[in-house]
């Protein structure tokens, strides 16, 4: 398809286990975005990537959270040793304007860790 | 920290009303967008406004900029039962460098 995609969609993980979710941007975006959402909020930033160089990943809540995009497309973002507080929305979005301009969302990531 | 305020944060409405939401902020933004969003999806972009003061209209839904751009709204004329949704909106400025900042959303019910 056209748009942003995002596997996979649900993930339930036991605390303490690592998670890789990934993101497939629309052909050609520079940018990449990734996003938390929490239930009832608005999404919050957490990383930007600019090609394969990441500029920004000023919303990371720790150090267990490390995305990558090595070769400028697909994105993985991973966080490792799960805990409660990480259940959330991960939402990727793409967009076709270097550093900013609109982005394009993907249908995001559920991940419920128990 | 969500520097963007929206309201009401809920809205249930009969069809065919009108209705407004709100979008407040202390901050400047060099541009705002509203977005979408439906249950188990990500959000859709439905227009960004940048200049203070600006309108624009997408069939039944008008937007507008505040003159100082720190504010914005969002009023649907006539709502309808596909209107149904959660709406955001998200600025971006100079101290948020590539991020969006999302308000919280107004979470919007139009029954038949």
């Known amino acids: 398809g056209a748009g942003v995609s995002q596997s996979p969609r649900y993930k339930v993980a036991k605390r303490g286990q690592d998670v890789a979710l990934r993101c497939d941007p629309i052909?050609?975006?520079?940018?990449l975005f990734w996003y938390q959402q929490a239930l009832g909020q608005g999404p919050e930033f957490l990383t930007y990537?600019?090609?394969?160089?990441?500029?920004?990943k000023s919303g990371l809540p720790s150090d267990r959270f490390f995305a990558e995009r090595p070769e400028g497309s697909v994105s993985t973002l991973k966080i490792q040793r799960t805990q409660q507080e990480d259940s959330a929305v991960y939402l990727c979005?793409?967009?076709?304007?270097?550093?900013?301009?609109?982005?394009?969302f993907g249908p995001g990531t559920r991940l419920t860790v128990t | 920290t969500q520097l963007l305020e929206q309201s009401p944060q809920f809205l249930s409405i009969q069809e065919g009303e009108n209705l407004t939401v709100y979008c407040n902020s202390s901050?400047?933004?060099?541009?705002l967008q509203w977005y979408r969003q439906e249950p188990g999806e990500g959000p859709v972009l439905l227009v960004t406004?940048?200049?203070?003061?600006e309108v624009k209209k997408l069939k039944r839904l008008t937007f507008q900029f505040g003159d100082a751009r720190k504010d914005s709204s969002l009023h649907i004329t006539a709502a309808q039962p596909g209107d149904t949704g959660l709406y955001l909106c998200?600025?971006?400025?100079?101290?948020?460098?590539?991020?969006?900042?999302f308000g919280k959303g107004t979470s919007l019910l139009v029954t038949p």
């Open positions: 052909s050609g975006h520079v940018s």
């Open positions: 979005a793409s967009g076709n304007r270097a550093g900013g301009g609109e982005q394009y």
């Open positions: 990537f600019q090609n394969e160089a990441q500029l920004d």
């Open positions: 901050s400047v933004f060099s541009s």
């Open positions: 406004v940048v200049t203070g003061g």
């Open positions: 998200a600025g971006a400025n100079s101290n948020s460098g590539y991020a969006l900042n």
